[in-house]
T-cell receptor, first 110, second 115 residues
Framework: GIQVEQSPPDLILQEGANSTLRCNFS?????LQWFHQNPWGQLINLFY???GTKQNGRLSATTVATERYSLLYISSSQTTDSGVYFC????????????FGKGTKLSVIP | SAVISQKPSRDICQRGTSLTIQCQVD?????MFWYRQQPGQSLTLIAT?????????ESGFVIDKFPISRPNLTFSTLTVSNMSPEDSSIYLC????????????FGQGTRLTVV
């Protein structure tokens, strides 16, 4: 099946710093999503981004499907950005199963 | 978006018992999905639940351990049976919106601890 790799696995930032999270996938995909899992375990939808670039406030994402990667940018980080960021893809061929990466654990310190 | 209500949000259970998790969606959906997230790990799909048919289980998950009901197009339950400490995880239900490969939304999760 499709492989999804995220980097870095862990990231510690000072409040106000910027960061880039990366998601590589091993095969062509029909969809790609970024999620933020808060400390209570809830998964929050950040972006649905099979291709192109989107922005939402301090967050933006870019997917280059032909090169099989996606990037999530966090600018001016805040302590509330802490948590785990997951990238997930559908592999296609009639599969509705989302395959998740292992996540990037972000800690923003004051 | 989708409004998904999942309950309980957390529970502590004795080994050997069973827990049923409920998932209610604000509108009709064809498929509902159940995921498990073991401590410190990523999410793994347990099964896909279609209304009117048996759930489809992924490799490593069996119906006797994780029976699923799907009585209508807005509701599903997942039961974790004969629990052991290894079942301690977050369990999440999910739905998709639209046609084809579209955006997935998740319930708030059920944090299960088995003692």
């Amino acid at each position: 099946g499709i492989q999804v790799e995220q980097s870095p696995p862990d990231l510690i930032l000072q409040e106000g710093a910027n960061s880039t999270l990366r998601c590589n996938f091993s095969d062509s995909v029909n969809n790609l999503q970024w999620f933020h899992q808060n400390p209570w375990g809830q998964l929050i939808n950040l972006f649905y981004i099979p291709s192109g670039t989107k922005q939402n406030g301090r967050l933006s994402a870019t997917t280059v499907a032909t090169e099989r990667y996606s990037l999530l940018y966090i600018s001016s980080s805040q302590t509330t950005d802490s948590g785990v960021y997951f990238c997930a893809v559908y592999s296609g061929a009639g599969s509705y199963q989302l395959t998740f990466g292992k996540g990037t654990k972000l800690s923003v310190i004051p | 978006s989708a409004v998904i209500s999942q309950k309980p949000s957390r529970d502590i259970c004795q080994r050997g018992t069973s827990l049923t998790i409920q998932c209610q969606v604000d509108s009709q959906v064809t498929m509902m999905f159940w995921y498990r997230q073991q401590p410190g790990q990523s999410l793994t799909l347990i099964a896909t639940a279609n209304q009117g048919s048996e759930a489809t289980y992924e490799s490593g998950f069996v119906i006797d351990k994780f029976p699923i009901s799907r009585p209508n197009l807005t509701f599903s339950t997942l039961t974790v049976s004969n629990m052991s400490p290894e079942d301690s995880s977050i369990y999440l239900c999910s739905v998709e919106r639209g046609v084809g490969f579209t955006e997935a939304f998740f319930g708030q999760g059920t944090r299960l601890t088995v003692v």
